[in-house]
């Protein structure tokens, strides 16, 4: 079928920005095409999204059931808005996603309080938690109701199954609800090496959001409820937060094929392998330090402000922290082996100029 669009980007370009910059996965576009068909009905009573839910329960249990979204600060803010009262607060880690990257989204959208905990290497502890778990009969102080962790972290590193144990048992036994912001939820899994129920459902955690973008969907992630009681009112809730897509079954079709089967475990196998392969080419070169252990699909590097900014006029990546020279390095499930090793030979001649 012809078309009056046309190519406006080079697509032979690369970069280490983002794992949102990489395309879709042929198969996803595959799957895409084969939900374009005839009429569905709208708003979720799709063939796709009810299939969509028989999936899910494989993968997270027979109670598990899934909320498509749009986007992933669409899927944390109502997740934890679902988990919370008018007056709660949620217990995270100080670099999380919802406190430093979403525009104050659950702030102003949520109506929520992050009552935020620095952390080394981006994951709470029972012992961190507790900074901030207490005034629960304060009329003073927002109430904390929900932990919130991040799987895996926002600095590349990834909770094992009885770090995530711990932190729910813990936060259990003070009466509040764990979330597990899920944006790449398979590269941990692969990292691990473990099934994704292992450190969600069978660990204890109440509801996750359910990321697709970041590892080959198109759009699209999901609010999946892994303890019924601890959430009500989720459709209300979704529908209130802007996030019912009416045409849902291009949502729910794309996280078919990621999970029907292992596509989204080779993706993410794929893409943490390219950030071990970065990681290796440049941790022997003089004057770059690797911050964090690399366990996932992300580098985090310091090095000279000059090396890094010519470096960007050959490829896309971001400062992480400009004061103190940190960058961070993602990987995708299309970043090649000739990307990283371009990547890495760059960086070599930068630092020696």
Known sequence: MKTDARR????SVRGFASDNYAGAHPEVLAALALANGGHQVAYGEDDYTDHLQRI???HFGAHAEAFPVFNGTGANVTALQALTDRWGAVICAESAHINVD???????MGGLKLLTVPTPDGKLTPELIDRQAFGWEDEHRAMPQVVSITQNTELGTVYTVDEIRAVVDHAHGHGMKVHLDGARIANAAASLDVPMRAFTNAAGVDVISLGGTKNGMLFGE???VLNPDAV???KHLRKMSMQLASKMRFVSVQFEALLAKDLWLRNARHSNAMAQRLAEGVRGVDGVEILHPVQANAVFARLPHEVTRRLQERFRFYFWDEAAGDVRWMCSFDTAED????????LKEEMAR
């Open 8 to 11: 406006h980007h080079d697509p």
């Open 56 to 58: 899910v329960h494989s």
């Open 102 to 108: 979403e525009g104050g989204a659950p702030e102003r």
């Open 222 to 224: 999901a609010v999946v």
């Open 232 to 234: 009500s009112h989720m």
């Open 339 to 346: 990307d990283v090793d371009a990547f890495v030979q760059a």
